[in-house]
């Protein structure tokens, strides 16, 4: 069996299960039809013929994933990484590439990724501190209008999960920004001091990151 659309085929490649329902999938230019066991040739034909606009949608859908392979580019710390679309069940990184299903994977592991970059970052800045300050609790979130939060009931420190795409310096400088707040819990000249003693250029990178 198969399909045809734009002028060119597709197989039709039937899946006989135990199960109550059917299910229909365009993957690696072909149709994938699961069907129960009972149904018979003329059954299949039959769907495929009352979800012919569905299936077309799903070759489309498909075909957009494939041009979008090899273009689209993100940002991890400031480096380029490009973005691979695959149906793939983990993402899987290679050097400067990153394969992965859809958008919401992509998301999912650059949350991950954050959270183990912002610990290493954190734990670097809090060692070379000389001032007294708790060790605080890593949080990531998004957030529209703050690099950084510092909680001084709980001792935390919130990252905005936008950093990722950002150079290092800037992952850096804001860090050092909120471990300086449990020094000086103000913007006093005072927490300025101690921000310059361990992020000496945090006038410039401050002002880039406005």
Known sequence: ??????????PIE??????????IRV??????????????????EKVIKENNDSIEN??????????KEQSEKHNFLGKTLNIVYKDVKRPQVNGDTIIIKDEEMLLRWYKKKALETFQIYLDEAYYVFEEKIPYPKLKVRSMKTRWGVCNRKDNSVTLNLQLIYKSHE???YVIVHELSHFVHFDHSKEFWNTVEKYCPEYKKVRKELK
């Open 170 to 172: 800037y992952l850096n």
């Open 14 to 23: 039937i899946k006989r299960k135990n199960n109550k329902n059917l299910y």
């Open 58 to 67: 799903m070759i489309v859908h498909q075909m957009k994933r494939t041009y």
């Open 27 to 44: 993957r690696e230019n072909k149709v994938i039809i699961t069907c129960p066991l009972f149904y018979t040739k003329s059954m299949i």
């Open 1 to 10: 069996m198969e399909f045809l659309y734009d002028g060119k085929t597709y």
